[in-house]
């Protein structure tokens, strides 16, 4: 009996602890929910009077005059647009040929410095990829502008405008330079989380090499996905890099030549510099639909990405199924 009761409370003390456990880190998990929300609220909260003035017309217009009261976010849009899909239209095959090589190509004594060096581009602060843009890879951009400009290609409207150096050809490359090692790093996990058994089996069945990683990028296609989501919403919300070379000319143009702005530059560049609440609430709308963009995009890729990792579930066939019967009776 004593050895009974011992045993019922010391069971009731690690409930009573585990419950306590559970609570707290709860609560830590919920504080996070918490601050994202407020964040949210407090964007929207700052925003009224230019959504109750404008409403849609915000978004649809281009005059931004905050001399006479005039405010269209439609080229900060455009640009931040743009430039986040030129990147990433360049950025995924290379950082898909870089994690391929990684993870099934190269020798394992140079998987590991391989990756290291990969990730430490992400590492970098946006401010040095800014300064080295303006130095570094404004003047060959413009080199090479005014070289498309003496050709027939200058006649099309994607290369259309002088050869300045700074604009959306220059915000686009520095992005595809900075999304790279995160769609990289991903991707590679991804890779690495495809079973062995997938080009094992692609190999019994006379697989080349080529044909055994065809199989395993099958395998792991929305974990990739959700790579190339997540390096979308970086290039979204990059801010001082992008600033330093994309020109900051509120105009939306399809040239790559043309100056133009951005919605994280125009806030990063205005804010400080902003007089009446219409202008100061202005700039904070862009920054609540930035803010909800690149949320709803790193939530899709985390999604696509959990959904890699998670276990695949056994079908059961009806003839195994029937097989498997027999042997349980």
Not at 65 to 90: N, R
Not at 289 to 318: D, Q
């Amino acid at each position: 009996m004593r050895r009974r009761s011992l045993l019922r409370r010391t069971r009731r003390r690690r409930e009573r602890d585990d419950g306590g456990f559970r609570l707290g880190t709860a609560l830590f998990a919920l504080l996070v929910l918490l601050v994202v929300a407020a964040i949210g609220f407090e964007l929207f909260r700052n925003s009224t009077l230019p959504i109750r003035k404008f409403g849609w017309n915000f978004w649809r217009t281009s005059d931004w005059d905050p001399v006479s009261g005039e405010f269209g976010a439609l080229p900060f849009i455009w640009g931040t647009v743009y430039s986040s899909v030129f990147a990433i239209v360049f950025a995924t095959p290379i950082a898909l040929g870089i994690a391929i090589f990684v993870s099934e190509i190269s020798a394992n004594r140079f998987r590991r410095p391989l990756a290291f060096l990969t990730e430490l581009l992400a590492a970098i602060p946006s401010i040095v990829y800014g300064v080295w843009g303006i130095f570094v890879l404004v003047p060959i951009v413009r080199k090479f502008e005014t070289l498309v400009s003496k050709t027939p290609l200058h006649r099309l409207p994607i290369f259309a405008g002088p050869p300045y150096g700074i604009g959306m050809l220059s915000a686009g490359l520095i992005l595809t330079i900075m999304v790279v090692p995160f769609i990289s790093s991903v991707s590679r996990e991804v890779l690495r989380a495809v079973p062995l058994t997938q080009r094992e089996a692609a190999y019994a069945l006379g697989a080349t090499r080529w044909e055994a990683i065809k199989v395993a990028l099958r395998c792991g296609r929305t974990g990739i996905f959700g790579a190339i989501i997540l390096g979308f919403g970086r290039a979204f919300g990059e801010t001082m890099a992008v600033t330093m070379v994309i020109g900051n000319n509120p105009q939306a143009s399809l040239s790559l030549f043309a100056p133009q702005y951005s919605m994280a530059a125009v806030i990063a560049n205005e804010f400080s510099e902003a007089t009446g609440d219409l202008y100061l609430q202005a700039l904070t709308e862009i920054g609540l639909v930035l803010f909800v963009i690149t949320l709803v995009i790193n939530v899709l890729s985390r999604v696509l990405i959990w959904s890699t990792g998670r276990a695949p579930k056994r079908r059961i066939e009806p003839a195994s199924a029937a097989a498997a019967a027999p042997e349980a009776a």
